[in-house]
Every structure is written in structure tokens, then in C-alpha cells.
């Protein structure tokens, strides 16, 4: 077995592995190599973190002050928290993963004409798992310049293994620290002029027929973690028709600021509130690429989108993530469709079908 | 439940110089002072799907006997559990249509001899439809045999002889008994299968609703639409002649087709032209039988009676060829994106579902054929027959003196015919000059002046009260009246300014120059490129429906013909706008949304330079859309 690598491109050879990219860096892979259209990046493979702990010389410091902890303490599990996130953000680096992450990130900036600000996000073997919403646990890091500015916010994504709530997490959830690593995505930043997510199923009645999308301006921050009231949109699958159409408050939005060294939250005015925040066409390429995924993942997917205001209309639309949808999915079909009260065929179920229509019959 | 309501017939007056025009029509078809209380409990809507324009005195037999033809089916032959036949008025001109429901308590009693008879009709379907087949052709042969010419000075000297005791003023009239009496057996030949075919419909598309709560009507309607059906071979038929031209070498022939008797001729003399009249004359019959309007008017033109109209397509058709076009409908694509949309929801269904799922298709789709070919049977080829007939007698009656133009029957009521014929076979019986051509030329003249009248005035969308919510299956299905719709039409609409809406009836996005077109003889104004408005659309518009981006209609539901031909052509189309032919102008840039029923006024005047622009970006559309479903999803982001 040859040596896994510290550094892994979204868009090179390698098939995704888990264990060594995580949940959402195998996923980037995995889009991207399905031809979708997903912002440029690489992985720092679990290999990259493994190889620092073990420079560190911390690992047994972790195991021992995890393994006794009582998930309730929570002064406890904050002290240890604090104690093992200051070991890893105070450690350096070994020279062969920082060389090989700062050759990956000159790579992908040389395919820019100027500098562009990357987002930082962590990866985890543990996260995105179909049965374990483990989502939102860790880190990221948006609009980051510089490589020392990244490099900082990697080994903040390392550090977030150990927040108090990951750790509180893993206590009540059973999920061991033997073995515990991470991968980081490091990915060029959209400049998103409306982003969002989108569900190939309608999430409340679980009809898989229906894609329900949510969107608001800027970038999908807001949108992701509840802080705006996004567009409410569902699609026909099938036939990428909108079927209704709700439009949301979005009183804010996230957008890079005036000197383009960070994001700044404003507010969205009146008029731009007051209408969706994406196209009829828009609504539809977000259809299509959330239809897509489901389709190559062979499950119901949760996407979160964004359209590039940097690249022309039609080429603007970008896949962020996909992950397997685990509220619904794991609904049979029988109850995904709904009860369906005029079964069978026939002039039986024609004559209920004429009653149930004019109002004639409760059943 | 909306509290606005519509005007009330009793509280609106007739337009200027159409005083009196209820005299025009029979007692029981307008709206009776005394029966005010009873008329305005009920709501009516404008049918402008079917009679758009002002109904004249004769023409009321479309109305009379297609509807009371349809409640005959639906009331007395299926009985039809929560429904009956639907009421009819006429009101300063046009055509008002009210359902009428079965009372609560009749409802269960109708259930078991509703099963009994429409199950029969589904168990034997296709050999009761080669039935109805040779039932309806016997039919338009019938009326096909009738003749009206001018009675003779005296008897044939053989009646005489024979002693057939009789002369051909009882045949006259019986012919004209004849003449009504086959008419009104057509039309219930008419609706024997088309309820059927709705129910089962309806219970396929219920279904569907069901189990995929909110699911476009569309997808229901193109899930078991046909693409192959009768209601398609006369423009079939042409585009066949159009080739069989080119192959012949004829095409040089076709350049100016105003006068079909010289076109022919000219054809006939040269080298494969016998070839390509014999094609055309088989072609002829009975697939010319076939008129640019819906069969209902008097004026209608039938391509039979007219020539210069399917050689006027031809030739459209040959210079599309030559210029390297596809004519031909995309009938592969049409197949294969049915296929695809069935299978796509078939996947998300449990077993038990998809038995229910395939069953109701199986169903909906043996029975739709007949949804959409029953039109050219009756609409078009028996129809036609009728007012050929019919223009025959008033021509005849023209040349006895009872009016001075050869239309002028139609200002009568056919009752009214009725009394004129006979006074002109009294008068020959008599000796006598007849007393209609004193009578008739003064009070037609008076009644067409009524009738123009009426004609300038749009009628309102409906009269009275709207019920909270439309359940009527057959008002939903045939005409889209829906509560939405309703909402649309007394401006509760959120639509904003110049922006209508409708329903999605074909998908897809075109924009391009309005070209609103009020009647059929305005199809020669319509353009390469050009977005028809109108405010509705015949079948027979098939030939123009080669060069135009999208169709938008005032009136008509998922199933009226608007809306199957636009997904038999594939092209997008918006219908039940309710005032779009009315508001838009043409040249006025259009946006419309097929699937998702909109249709947005982008630039007001599309001047030279504008439109110049606007087809740029039009391209930029057509390349975005390519694109998202190509490249653009595909592709890398480097």
C-alpha cells in the first residue's frame, strides 16, 4: 500500500475515500468528478492531521483526558476542550504537510488571474453520515486570505474536533475518539449573489416527487443556519415546473465588504425583499443540478447552491455539498408518496374519483 | 370565499343599436324578466372557448345541441353521480354556461346505475367505438345525400305517373327536418364516449394529485395524450403533399395559390402532376372536411369549400423544406419524453400504487384517442357537411327573393327557417308569390344591424355569484374555469401590471412579437417568429403553428384543443388568460412561460431597433437554456 497522500484536488484521478477525505471533502470529489459544477479545491486528507498529532506527540494526552469525561460536567468538558484546542493550534506543522499544502494552495491560486480568498472547512470522518446528522458540528471559515491566514484556519478546523459541544456530542452518541481524525477542504470562495439549499423531496409530506428549494441573497450562510427568513420554492421533479412559490423576508445578506478582505452583513432593502431572490431560469438549473445529484448518488440528496455573480449567466451556478437527505429517506416508498385514497382502477374507483371531486364523499 | 361578484344580466344594457336583440333568439334561451330571482341565484360563465364571437339566430343549434347533448349523457344515458348537465343562456350575443349538480340526496342512488352503464361502455370499449365509427360515417352520409335545390315549375311527370301522390315540397321540407334531426343525432353520437373519456381521466388525474400532492396538470395531460391522433392528419396530410411536391418536381407550381382551379390545372398539365392530384384528391376525403374556425359559426371555411386555403399551407410548407425547416411534428420526442415523465413517476410509487397508477393510465390512454379524434368527426367533417348544406338552402332561398345576400338564413331561428320554407312551398303550391321576400330582405337587414351591434361589445367572463370553490368536474376539465381563474377575471389577481397569467398547458419559455389575431381570416398576418394571441386557437391553425414560438389564449382548460395542440407541436403555451387577446397589441414584445403560465409584456413597442436587440437577447435565452441542460451542469468551473 502506498503511502496516502496529505493533499488531495476535488478534480484529480483519485477515487473519493472516506477515510481519508471525510464526509464532505468525498463528497466535493465525487461531485466533481460526476462533472458538476462545483468551485475548485483540494482536501487536506486525514493523513496531513494524523501526521501532525503524531509530531505533536499529543495523541495519548487526548485519549487519557477524554476517557474518563462525564458528558454533563460541562465546566469539565469545556476545561478539557479549552486545554486540547490550545495543544493543536500551539503545535507546528511538519515541513513535508505544510510543503505539500502550500505547493496545493499556489496550484489552485495559479489557476486565477489575481489572488482569490478561499473558504476553510473542516471534514470529518464522523460527519455526514447517512444515520447521524452530525452536520454543523464543525468549522468553517469564509473569505480568507493569504496562506498564513488559511493555514491558521486549518489548524482551527483540526482544533474544532474538540469543541465542547463535538466532544458532548461523541460522549452521548457513543462515538469513540479511537482513531479520530479529520480532512480540511480548502475551496475558492464564491462570491454568491443569492445561495441556498434545496431537498429532491418535500421534506414535510415526503413526497419525493417535489424538490423544495430555500434561497435569500448573498452568500448561504444565513440560509443554512437559520438566521433569514429565505424564498420558499418547490419544483415538480419530474417535469422542473415550480408548483408554489413562497417569498421570504431575507431581511440580510453576507457579502464581501467594500475592500474585499472579509464578509459584512447588510440589509436587504425593502423592494429587493419583496420579490424571490432567484430566477424562474435560475430556479430551474437549481432543479436540474439538485435532480442530478440525486440521481448519481442514487438517494434524496440536500444540496446547498450558489450562483457566482463573478461568472456569466448560465455558467453561474454552483454545487457547494451534497449529502444523502436522513430525515425522509429512510420513510418506505409506501409512505412517501402519501396514502392514496382512490386505488385500484376501474369504474369502481372512477365513480370515487367522481365523488371525492365534487365533494360527495369523505373516503 | 371571495365577496366580489360579477354584474348581474339584469342590471346590464345591451350595447348601442342592439335594443331588442333578445327577439333574436327563443324565449327559453335568454334571460326571462320574470325570472330574475332564479337566474341571478346562479352563476354562468362566458363559453368564449367555443362561441367567441356573437352567436347569430341560426347558430344557436351549435350550443343547443352540443350542450343539451352533453347533459342528455351525463343525466339521462350514464347518469353521472354528482353531476348533470350544464345550462345554457344567451346573453347579448353570447353563449353563458351554468352546471347544474345533483341533489345530495340522489347521489347514492345514481352510484349503481352510473357502474352499470359507463362500466359496460369501458369493458366494451373498442368494439362499441368501431360501432360509433360506422354509426356517425352513416350519419354524415346522410346528411351528405341531402339537397336543397329550387322547386321545379311542375312535377316530374314520373311522380305523376307512378302515383307517388306527393310532390317535392314534401321533400323539401323533409329534407330540412332531416337536415336538424341528423345534426342533433350527430351530436349525441358525440358525447356517447367524450363524458366516458373525461371520468377517466379525471380519475387518473385525481390519482396523481393524490399521491403527488400538487403535481402540474400537465404532467396528468402529457402522460396520456397520443401523439399519433386523426384530430392531426389533415396537417399531416399537407406536409405529406408538401414533400410529394418537392419529389415530383412540382414546386415551381405552387407560387400562387389564390386561385386553387388554376393551381390544379396547372399542375394537372405537366409531367407527375396526375400523380400528385391523384394524392391530393385522396387526401381530400375526407381529411379537408376541416374548418379554420370550430365547426359552431355559419362563416366558418372549411378547407374543402376553400381550397386556396390547404394549397396556401402546401406551399408554406414546400418553401419551409426548401429553406432546409422540419416541418414534421417531433412525434419521436413527444413519445419519448411521455415515456420518460411516466417511468420517472412510476419509480416513486409503492407496488400497490403503481397497480393503481398503471391500471388508471391503461385506461385514461385507451379512452383518450377519442377525447381528441371526435372533433374532426363532428366538429369538422360533420359540421361541415351541415353548413355546406345549410348555405345551400339560404343561397337557394337567396335566389327566391327571401333575403338579398346569401347568408341571410343564419338571421333566422331554425324554427323560423322552417316557416320561411314552407311559405315558399306554399307559394309554389299556391300559385302565389311567397310573402317572405316582402317580409324577410327589411327584417334581416334589421337584424343584422342588431347583430353587429352586439358584436362590438365583449361579453363580461361571467355573470352573478362565484361558488367558493369550482367542483364540477366537467367545468374544471373542459373549460379551466377554476377558482383561480375566477379570482383572475374579477381582478383579485396579484398579477402585476402587464403581466397575465393562465394555465401552463405546454412548457416551455419563448419570447417574441405579439400577433394578436381575433379571427380565422387573420392567419395570414402571422409571421415567422410571432407569439399568437388569441382569444382561442382552432386545430386547423396547424400549419401556422410551424412558424410561431408560443400560442396565448383568453379561454381553455388542460384539455381544450389549444392546449393539446400546442403539447401535440411542442410548443409552450399559455391558456385561460381571460383578457390577454383584449390587452395585448401586436408588436408588443411577449414573454410567455409555459410552465408556468405567465405571460409578461417585456418592451411595449418593439420598433426596429428594439427588436433587433430583443432577438439578440431572445438568442442569449435560447443559448442559456441550451445550456443548462448541457454543458453549463456539466461542466468544469476552471
Not at chain 1, 477515510?19 to 475548485?40: E, H, I, N
Not at chain 1, 496562506?147 to 463535538?166: G, P, Q, Y
Not at chain 2, 373549460?479 to 393562465?502: V, Y
Request: a negative charge.
Amino acid at each position: 500500500m502506498t503511502t496516502a497522500p496529505y493533499i488531495q484536488f476535488f478534480d484529480g484521478a483519485d477515487a473519493p475515500r472516506h477515510d481519508l477525505l471525510g464526509g464532505k471533502c468525498a463528497s466535493l470529489v465525487a461531485l466533481t468528478q460526476a462533472g458538476m459544477p462545483v468551485p475548485p479545491g483540494f482536501a487536506i486528507t486525514t493523513a496531513s492531521y494524523d501526521a501532525f498529532i503524531a509530531a505533536a506527540g499529543i495523541e495519548q494526552d487526548i485519549h487519557s483526558m477524554l476517557a474518563h469525561l462525564d458528558a454533563d460536567d460541562v465546566a469539565e468538558v469545556d476545561r478539557v476542550s479549552a486545554q486540547l484546542r490550545y495543544e493543536i493550534e500551539s503545535r507546528p506543522v511538519p515541513a513535508a504537510v505544510r510543503a505539500d499544502f502550500v505547493a496545493a494552495y499556489h496550484a489552485l491560486q495559479a489557476r486565477f488571474s489575481e489572488p482569490v480568498p478561499v473558504a476553510v472547512r473542516s471534514s470529518a470522518t464522523a460527519e455526514d453520515l447517512p444515520d447521524a446528522s452530525f452536520a454543523g458540528q464543525q468549522d468553517t471559515y469564509l473569505w480568507l486570505n493569504g496562506i498564513d491566514d488559511v493555514t491558521e484556519h486549518i489548524r482551527r478546523c483540526w482544533a474544532s474536533l474538540f469543541t465542547s459541544r463535538a466532544i458532548t456530542y461523541r460522549l452521548k452518541n457513543n462515538i469513540p475518539n479511537e482513531g479520530l481524525s479529520m480532512a480540511v477542504a480548502v475551496q475558492k470562495m464564491v462570491n454568491a449573489r443569492a445561495a441556498g439549499v434545496a431537498i429532491t423531496m418535500d421534506p414535510t409530506t415526503g413526497d419525493r416527487s417535489k424538490i423544495v428549494m430555500e434561497a435569500s441573497y448573498g452568500l448561504g450562510e444565513l440560509v443554512v443556519s437559520g438566521l433569514v427568513t429565505p424564498d420558499n420554492v418547490t419544483v415538480d421533479k419530474i417535469m422542473l415546473m415550480v408548483v408554489k412559490r413562497v417569498i421570504g423576508d431575507k431581511h440580510a445578506e453576507l457579502v464581501p465588504d467594500p475592500a474585499n478582505t472579509g464578509l459584512v452583513e447588510l440589509e436587504v432593502s425593502a423592494a429587493r425583499r419583496a420579490v424571490l431572490s432567484i430566477s424562474e431560469t435560475e430556479i430551474t438549473a437549481i432543479a436540474t443540478i439538485a435532480k442530478k445529484a440525486e440521481k448519481h448518488f442514487t438517494c434524496p440528496q440536500d444540496i446547498e447552491w450558489a450562483l457566482d455573480r463573478d461568472l456569466p449567466n448560465g455558467q453561474n451556478l454552483l454545487l457547494l455539498q451534497s449529502r444523502p437527505e436522513t430525515v425522509h429517506s429512510s420513510r418506505t416508498k409506501t409512505d412517501a408518496a402519501g396514502p392514496a385514497r382512490t386505488t385500484g382502477y376501474g369504474i369502481e374507483s372512477i365513480t370515487r374519483s367522481l365523488l371525492v371531486q365534487a365533494g360527495k364523499a369523505t373516503d | 370565499m371571495t365577496e366580489k361578484s360579477f354584474p348581474s344580466p339584469y342590471d346590464q344594457a345591451p350595447a348601442d343599436g342592439a335594443e331588442g336583440w333578445k327577439e333574436l333568439y327563443a324565449y327559453n334561451l335568454v334571460f326571462q324578466q320574470n325570472r330574475r330571482e332564479v337566474e341571478e341565484a346562479k352563476f354562468w360563465f362566458c363559453d368564449s372557448q367555443h362561441w367567441p364571437t356573437v352567436t347569430k339566430p341560426f347558430e344557436t343549434i351549435g350550443f343547443e345541441f352540443a350542450v343539451s347533448c352533453l347533459g342528455q349523457y351525463n343525466t339521462r344515458h350514464l347518469l353521472i353521480p354528482p353531476a348533470n348537465g350544464i345550462e345554457f343562456r344567451i346573453h347579448n350575443g353570447y353563449v353563458f354556461m351554468s352546471p347544474v349538480g345533483v341533489p345530495e340526496s340522489e347521489i347514492a342512488a345514481r352510484v349503481p346505475e352510473f357502474m352499470a352503464r359507463a362500466g359496460h361502455y369501458f369493458q366494451n370499449w373498442d368494439g362499441l367505438l368501431e360501432q360509433w365509427q360506422g354509426k356517425i360515417r352513416g350519419t354524415i352520409d346522410e346528411l351528405g345525400a341531402l339537397n336543397f335545390d329550387a322547386l321545379p315549375d311542375k312535377v316530374n311527370i314520373n311522380d305523376v305517373t307512378s302515383g307517388k301522390g306527393t310532390g317535392p315540397n314534401n321533400d323539401l321540407l323533409a329534407q330540412y327536418d332531416a337536415l336538424i334531426a341528423l345534426t342533433y343525432r350527430a351530436w349525441q353520437y358525440h358525447f356517447e364516449f367524450l363524458n366516458l373519456g373525461y371520468v377517466a381521466y379525471l380519475d387518473f388525474f385525481s390519482f396523481c394529485k393524490e399521491v403527488f400532492p400538487g403535481i402540474p396538470d400537465q404532467a396528468v395531460a402529457k402522460m396520456v395524450q397520443g401523439v399519433d391522433m386523426e384530430l392531426f392528419r389533415p396537417d399531416d396530410e399537407l406536409k405529406k403533399l408538401a414533400k410529394l411536391a418537392i419529389e415530383l418536381g412540382l414546386t415551381g407550381l405552387f407560387g400562387n395559390t389564390a386561385n386553387p382551379e388554376q393551381t390544379l390545372a396547372g399542375i394537372t398539365a405537366v409531367t407527375g402532376g396526375p400523380e400528385w392530384i391523384a394524392a391530393f384528391n385522396d387526401a381530400k376525403d375526407p381529411w379537408f372536411n376541416f374548418t379554420v374556425g370550430n365547426g359552431f359559426y355559419a362563416h366558418d371555411k372549411y378547407w374543402l369549400d376553400h381550397l386556396e386555403l390547404p394549397l396556401g399551407y402546401i406551399s408554406d410548407y414546400i418553401g419551409r423544406l426548401q429553406a432546409g425547416q422540419t416541418i414534421d411534428r417531433p412525434v419521436a420526442e413527444l413519445v419519448a419524453e411521455r415515456d420518460r415523465i411516466t417511468e420517472e413517476y412510476s419509480e416513486l410509487l409503492s407496488p400497490e400504487q403503481l397497480a393503481a397508477f398503471e391500471g388508471k393510465l391503461g385506461l385514461a390512454r385507451q379512452v383518450y384517442p377519442y377525447v381528441e379524434n371526435h372533433n374532426f368527426y363532428i366538429e369538422h367533417w360533420t359540421m361541415g357537411v351541415f353548413w355546406r348544406k345549410a348555405r345551400q338552402l339560404s343561397a337557394m332561398l337567396q335566389e327566391q327573393g327571401f333575403w338579398p345576400d346569401a347568408d341571410g338564413m343564419f338571421f333566422l331561428r331554425r324554427d323560423e327557417v322552417r316557416e320561411a320554407l314552407f311559405d315558399y312551398v306554399t307559394g309554389w303550391a299556391v300559385g302565389a308569390p311567397a310573402i317572405g321576400p316582402s317580409y324577410w330582405p327589411e327584417e334581416v337587414e334589421r337584424r343584422r344591424v342588431i347583430v353587429d351591434a352586439l358584436q362590438k361589445q365583449r361579453p363580461q367572463p361571467a355573470l352573478n355569484t362565484p361558488p367558493a370553490v369550482i367542483t364540477e368536474p366537467f367545468t374544471l376539465m373542459l373549460w379551466g374555469i377554476t377558482s383561480d381563474q375566477i379570482k383572475n377575471w374579477l381582478g383579485d389577481s396579484d398579477a402585476p401590471e402587464g403581466e397575465f397569467r393562465g394555465m401552463a398547458a405546454s412548457s416551455g419559455v419563448a419570447e417574441g412579437p405579439a400577433r394578436v389575431i381575433s379571427s380565422s381570416d387573420q392567419l395570414s398576418e402571422v409571421q415567422e417568429g410571432d407569439i399568437l394571441v388569441a382569444p382561442v386557437t382552432a386545430p386547423s391553425w396547424g400549419p401556422i403553428f410551424g412558424k410561431i414560438r408560443a400560442t396565448v389564449t383568453d379561454i381553455g382548460g388542460m384539455m381544450s384543443h389549444a392546449a393539446i395542440v400546442c403539447r401535440e407541436y411542442g410548443m409552450p403555451a399559455v391558456t385561460g388568460t381571460g383578457t390577454a387577446s383584449s390587452q395585448i397589441v401586436t408588436g408588443q414584445w411577449l414573454r410567455v412561460d409555459g410552465n408556468n403560465g405567465t405571460v409578461t409584456i417585456v418592451l411595449d413597442h418593439a420598433d426596429a431597433d428594439h427588436a433587433h436587440d430583443l432577438s439578440l437577447a431572445h438568442e442569449a435565452v435560447i443559448q442559456l437554456e441550451q445550456a443548462l441542460d448541457g454543458p453549463v451542469l456539466e461542466g468544469s468551473h476552471a
